[in-house]
């Protein structure tokens, strides 16, 4: 009977190949659920104040397919007199189709705004006779691309604007820049131009420019926030329809002023 005699570099190499090869079989799949979680001093949505310069608490999670389809939701605390009037909670769900294409990028999608408990009686257009009823909400579809760190998206309202009668067909185009510094560092910048359909006195333009710090998977952030909207108060539906006021109506502030928001997140 003859024996074979195996080199022992081979029998090194292949000792080390099944060890790798057990230790990949052993590694966690990443999960395609993921959740996140945010503190910030004051929430903004495309540059308006939404919480009358309160802290907000904000929260969701994503689903994502290896396909590239996704599904999300994500929430936070409101003030009602941002216009959710009964509401202090919102609600969005959206999902859509994301695919790479080296450098380049495309996502494809829908998203849904919800405000729980919000009476849409309140919102009135100075251009239309036209009201409305039930609970505020949103709906637009969204087409946007992305090159390295640059995206730009477009907004497009399939309803009535957050309810503002005769306002469906609104745009927003929102063009954004992340930049990865290194050392958990990062910047960030955004302009965003909103079109209201049939209510001119509502079009502003919003940009902001933030820097983050990663520390251990806690992201800090500072934001400078801004927009031209027209604010001044106190509020007239054809002068200064951002006029927005406190949860008890008694007192009124800018909702597009310019401020700093700070933000500590995490993603889990």
Sequence with gaps: MRKYIVPLAL?????????????????????PVAGNMTLVSEYRFRGIDQTFGKPAIQGGFDYSHASGIYLGNWNSNVNQGAGYVGGNLEMDFYGGYKKAFGDFGLDVGAIYYYYPGSDAAFLANPHSTSTTSGTVYNFEGYIGGTWKWLSLKWFHAF????????????????????????????????VGRLKVHNYSESDYTDYKLGVTKDLTGW??????????????????????????????????????????????????
């Excluded at 185009?173 to 960030?188: I, K, Q, R």
């Excluded at 109506?249 to 889990?268: H, N, P, Y």
Aim: a neutral charge; one cysteine or more; charged letters at 10%.
């Design 219 to 268: 992201v800090f952030g500072a934001t400078l926030v801004g927009t031209n909207a027209k604010g001044s108060c106190p509020f007239t539906p054809t002068g200064s329809p951002y006029c927005f006021s406190n949860t008890s109506f008694t007192k009124d502030k800018d909702a597009g002023r310019t401020t700093v928001v700070l933000s500590v997140g995490k993603t889990f």
């Design 11 to 31: 029998a090194a190499s292949a000792l080390a190949s099944g060890i790798a090869s057990a230790q990949q079989a052993a590694a966690p799949v990443p999960s």
């Design 159 to 190: 309803s009535d604007y957050f309810q503002v009668p005769d306002t469906k067909g609104t745009n927003y185009l929102d063009l954004s820049a992340t930049y990865d510094l290194g050392a958990g560092w990062g910047v960030n910048g955004h």
